[in-house]
């Protein structure tokens, strides 16, 4: 069993870096295919296939939020493992970018046509969300 | 004998090679140390996966996925992974050697070659082997879009049943100076081996296992693709710098000769010239 005494670990990871990490972590929200979920300290081992959103990171009554698009949350013996194929803190979101490709997937699904792959859009579309809403401006 | 002139062309041709040679040494030795770091960099995350794919099997065993199918007809697919520039040494016709001794060994229906670098697809389209598929322009700066790319690919026809199998022929890198052609398989995938105690370990899976899993299969081998194209390229970048050490240092033995025989022609010439004049000199008196 784990022990209780061991401060929770978080490590965002990615192929080419590892994008976060932080010890004597209270709580990490996260979502997954099916919906939100959060996990505490000495919660049983878990897996979770994540979608494109937002993790919450809290400690000592903070938070970190950080974007994820897809990829995994592994917990085991208090070691909060985020395995995603990309993911980007609020201080690396190119803010103009991401509102103008909200704009653009909302004008593709507001008149769709033939020619637009509408589930490209709404990918397209919940990626700048996301980013939006992690670097704060809502 | 050559003359002092030809002798001196000839230098002056060496030294200019060996300019070229030295700037390409010194851009893939800049380059290597970020390859080099992106290709470690990628072990843990590589790693990761795999202990998820690991957990995940030992927790839920009787899971079947279509990637997992071992099939008996054995048509086999090749990812052939090599460099898009030569003059990097034996790197690329190592890589190309390999994949060419896989598919003498087959019957020319019963393989297919998805290439990764233009020297690959120089080298075995001349040769006479059938292509499938062929992508560049990557080769030395792979990034994950390209795994993915090749990712999808490889399912597709795996599950669409063009093969059976698909290996991955790619460069395993060490040092800059020691790299080793490496052949693994891909797909179907091989469920990596549990440990005994993990199997025990009580597991929760959000959704539920099959949405984890199906989910992680893909993950797993692009991450494995991304692995052998970072590889590939830190070899490549190696492979040329060494090549370029070797060619650096050989234009300099080669101006020492050549200078040694200037100079022995220089002094042959002036010889000859004092004992033209004496011999004139002679004959006057």
Redesign the interface.
Known sequence: MADTLVPMKVDVLTPDALVYSDEGVDMVIARALDGDFAVMKNHLPLAAALQVCQVRIQKGGKEKKIAVFGGFLEMKDNYVNIITPQAETAENIDIPRAEAAMARARNRLAHVTPDIDVDRAKAALQRALVRIQVSGKN | MESTRDIKGRIRSVTNIQQITKAMKMVAAARLRKAEE?AH??G???A??E??LR??SAASPEFSSPLFQRRESGRRGFLVISGDKGLAGAYNSNVMKEAAAHADRMDPDSYRMYLCGKQARNYLKFRGYSIASYHFGFSDKPQ?VH??MMAQEMIEHFLKGEVDEIHIIYTKFYTALRQQVTMTQLLPIVPPETAGSEAQ???????DAE??FS??LP?YV??QI?NAMLQSAASELGSRMAAMTAATDNATERIADLTLSYNKARQAQVTNEISEIVGGVNALQ
């Open positions: 992106k960099g990628a843990p995350y590589a990761k996966v202990e998820l957990y995940a994950s795994a993915h370990q009580e597991f929760m899976f959000l959704p949405a984890v989910k992680l993950e692009e991450v991304y």
